[in-house]
């Protein structure tokens, strides 16, 4: 999307690979190809947070049709924190309760912990019952206990960058590991141990 401005690849491409990847490891699920709503995004593409909404459900229903055999877990889209309320209004009935989705849109505020937090506080004041995925957040972001408590599952890779930068090897899974318990060693309010998944 940043590069091209839009998908090079069909949802049936996308399906095809899903299917290839299930049969590598243990596949937990796969995300509905969004469309970013980042101000730089929006420009790439010429298009509105509304647009970008309405092409992420679409090529969310698209791909639930393509028989992947693989949960597909739909992402929730938009800029400013009504954005995301909006967009969960939008999906009505396919977000049933519980529903495992990604908040898109964040990663790049990672610098702005409250931006983010504002977003996922909009999300559960809507819907509570969501098990929230935050896409591409950083140790800034996931040391925010507020950030951890209302999220279900997160994925970084600023483990690897960090790696590569000081010379290490940015694919070793231990680098992985040691990021994942910085963040599992931090305590939430009550002294527990923070219980979030790190995929």
Known sequence: MLMHGRYRHSVAEYAAEIRRWKHNG???????QDYMCEPLMLEKTGLTV????????????????????????PVLQGYAPSDYVRHIRAYG???????????????KRNGNPAAIIAVLRAIKTERPDLLLHGFGLKLTALQHQEITDMLHTADSLSWSFAARRQGRNANDWREAKAFAEKIDGAPMRDGSPTQLMLV
């Open 26 to 32: 243990e596949l937990l699920g796969a995300v509905a």
């Open 50 to 73: 509304h647009d970008h909404q309405r092409l992420t459900i679409e090529r969310y229903d698209a791909l639930l049709g393509c028989a992947t055999g693989v949960k597909i877990i």
């Open 93 to 107: 009935h396919r977000l049933s309760p519980g529903t495992w989705v990604g908040v898109g849109s964040i990663c």
